[in-house]
C-alpha cells in the first residue's frame, strides 16, 4: 500500500525561510529501504503510526515502534528495514529550504536547521496533522492548498518541539493578550485534536501544569477536561454516524477508541442509545 503525491510542489514561510515540499508519502514498508542521505537544505519527516521496523543511521540501530518519530537531514546516512510479523506504515515529508531573506534565523528554525538527525516519540500530535493533511490533498476542498501549506508550517513547529525542551520566555505584562491566547489554544484543540486529547499535551501547549491546566478549563467551560473531551469526540461521532458509509468500527478508530465496544459504551453514555440506534434514527427520521 503507497500513497503518494509526488508533484504537489507546495511552499511555506516560517520566519523568513523560504521551503519547498515536493513529495509527501504514506506507505505500509514490505521491504527494506537501501541506505542513503540527502543534499544540503533537504529534511525528510518520519512518522510511524503502526507497526514494527528498524532504522540504521549513520551506522547506528534504532528500534521503530508505534508513534515513533524521525528526522534525517542533510548527509545522513539512513536505511529502514522493516518487521515481517507486522510492517510498519509510515508517513514520509520532504522538506527542501529554499531561501533565506533573514540575516537572523528565529529559535524555532535555528533549532530545526541545527538538527539532522533527531529519533523519538511524537507529543504533540503530528499524527493527527498526517491524517488532516493527506485528506486534504485527497478531496481537494476549496482552499486545500493553503490549508496544507498551514498544516505543514505546524508540522515543523510540532516537530521542533518534540526535541527542543526550551520554553521561550513569556511576557507577564500582556495578560489580556495571554488570556485570549489560552483560550484559542483550548479551542482549537478540542477542535482539531478530538482523536489524541491528552491533559498532558494540552498542558505543555499551554505552558501551564495539568492542574492549571483543569483549573482553566473549568474557569472558562464550568466543565472538567474530561467532559470538554466527551462533548468534542460525541459532538464528531453524531456527524459521521451519519454517513452511512462509515462504519462503526471506522468511526471508532477515526475518534481515538483503542475498540468499536469501547466507543459503542462512550457513545450509549453520553446519547443513551447505541451508535446503530442513533445512526437509525438520523438516517431514516421517523414519519409523522
Wanted: net charge positive; with cysteine.
Amino acid at each position: 500500500m503507497k500513497i503518494a503525491y509526488s508533484d504537489v510542489d507546495i511552499n511555506f514561510t516560517i520566519d523568513g525561510v523560504a521551503f519547498s515540499v515536493p513529495n509527501i508519502i504514506f506507505e505500509r514498508f514490505t521491504r527494506t529501504i537501501p541506505s542513503h542521505s540527502h543534499g544540503k537544505g533537504c529534511y525528510e519527516i518520519h512518522y510511524i503510526p503502526f507497526g514494527y521496523g528498524r532504522l540504521k543511521a549513520n551506522g547506528r540501530f534504532y528500534d521503530i515502534t508505534p508513534n515513533t518519530l524521525y528526522v534525517t537531514g542533510p548527509h545522513i546516512e539512513h536505511a529502514q528495514f522493516p518487521l515481517s510479523h507486522d510492517h510498519m506504515q509510515e508517513y514520509c515529508v520532504y522538506i527542501q529550504t529554499k531561501k533565506i531573506t533573514q540575516k537572523t534565523i528565529s529559535l524555532l528554525l535555528n533549532s530545526f536547521m541545527s538538527t539532522p538527525f533527531w529519533f523519538g516519540k511524537d507529543n504533540h500530535g503530528i499524527h493527527a496533522l498526517m491524517k488532516q493533511m493527506f485528506k486534504e490533498l485527497e478531496c481537494k476542498y476549496t482552499g486545500y492548498q493553503k490549508q496544507v501549506e498551514l498544516l505543514l508550517a505546524q508540522l515543523l513547529i510540532s516537530l521542533v518541539r518534540n526535541y527542543d525542551n526550551k520554553k521561550q520566555a513569556r511576557d507577564h505584562s500582556a495578560s489580556g493578550n495571554l488570556i485570549y491566547s489560552n483560550s484559542i489554544i483550548i479551542e482549537e484543540y478540542f477542535l482539531y485534536e478530538y482523536a489524541s486529547l491528552s491533559l498532558n499535551t494540552l498542558a505543555d501547549k499551554l505552558k501551564l501544569s495539568p492542574r492549571q491546566t483543569q483549573r482553566l478549563i473549568w474557569k472558562y467551560y464550568g466543565k472538567s477536561f474530561q467532559q470538554k473531551k466527551a462533548d468534542a469526540r460525541m459532538s464528531v461521532a453524531s456527524l459521521l454516524l451519519k454517513d452511512k458509509g462509515r462504519s462503526i468500527a471506522y468511526i471508532a478508530d477515526e475518534l481515538g477508541y483503542s475498540s468499536p465496544e469501547h466507543f459503542s459504551a462512550a457513545f450509549r453514555k453520553y446519547y443513551n442509545m447505541s451508535p446503530s440506534e442513533f445512526r437509525k434514527l438520523n438516517i431514516n427520521p421517523p414519519e409523522f
